[in-house]
């Protein structure tokens, strides 16, 4: 059996991640290793966790989830990223496709 993949969940809102870490956690391939309330927190824990995946706010605090994930992506994160938002805006979704090369998607 293949170890879990490890995954950090950053969203500046406790509840969803809460019910995100839940929903995860009832999987035996899956492990929340981290949660992050904004981006800066998202972009240290996945240097130091170094996670699979990291699910990943747009509209964070701080450092917002486009930039951090433009920053995970220059720094080199071997971290998979898998965007959620609740943006309707084309132009958020298209900058987050952006964002990372075509192989982390």
Request: net charge negative; hydrophobic share 50%.
């Amino acid at each position: 059996m293949n170890p879990p993949l490890r995954i950090v969940v950053a969203d500046d809102h406790p509840m969803f991640r809460e019910g995100l870490r839940f929903v995860l956690g009832r999987e035996e391939d899956l492990v929340v290793v981290g949660e992050a309330a904004t981006g800066a927190e998202a972009l240290r824990l996945t240097r130091e966790l170094d996670p699979d995946v990291v699910v990943m706010d747009l509209a964070m605090p701080d450092v917002g989830g486009l930039a951090a994930t433009r920053r995970l992506t220059e720094l080199g994160a071997r971290a998979r990223i898998l965007v959620l938002t609740m943006s309707e805006d084309d132009e958020s979704v298209l900058a987050a496709l952006r964002a990372a090369p075509a192989a982390t998607w």
